[in-house]
């Protein structure tokens, strides 16, 4: 969450942060569960919308996305604090972020799009517990 934006930072995903419950053995099948089921899913998803028409509209919205992952990690990231603040080396602890980004001042997707609805539907903070397909 981007607490100074009211933002959700993306929508979805697992934090394994200080993940220790059931001990070793448990939490390795657990990630690793994960991380097949991940691939069972993901597949068919880029298979079916490998070839859907992009463009600079959706290159400039990726980027601007990057940014806010960028956000994130800076302002609000533990592991990125953390070693920034410790005297680590800082170019071995910015190398996870991307390497192309961009920020827009006040910027709002276009009535209608799919940025839009991104914006709208899934990274305004709301209770998902209630949602029908969970």
Same mark, same amino acid.
């Given at each position: ?30 990630? &690793? ?23 600079? &509209? ?5 980027? +601007? ?39 827009? +001042?006040?910027?709002? /997707? ?6 839009? &609805? ?6 305004? /903070? ?9």
């Amino acid at each position: 969450m981007l607490k100074h934006r009211g933002e959700q930072r993306g929508i979805g995903g697992i934090f394994f942060d200080d993940f220790t419950a059931g001990g070793f053995d448990s939490s390795f099948a657990l990630t &690793r569960a994960v991380g097949e089921s991940y691939l069972r899913g993901y597949r068919p998803i880029v298979a079916r919308r490998k070839g859907a028409p992009h463009g600079e &509209r959706e290159r400039q919205f990726q980027l +601007y996305r990057r940014g806010r992952y960028v956000e994130f990690n800076l302002v609000w990231d533990r592991g990125t604090l953390f070693g920034l603040q410790s005297g680590g080396r800082t170019e071995s602890i910015l190398m996870s972020l991307p390497p192309l980004v961009r920020w827009e +001042y006040g910027f709002t /997707p276009e009535p209608g799009s799919p940025e839009a &609805r991104l914006n709208e539907e899934f990274l305004t /903070p709301r209770d998902w517990s209630n949602h029908p397909d969970f």
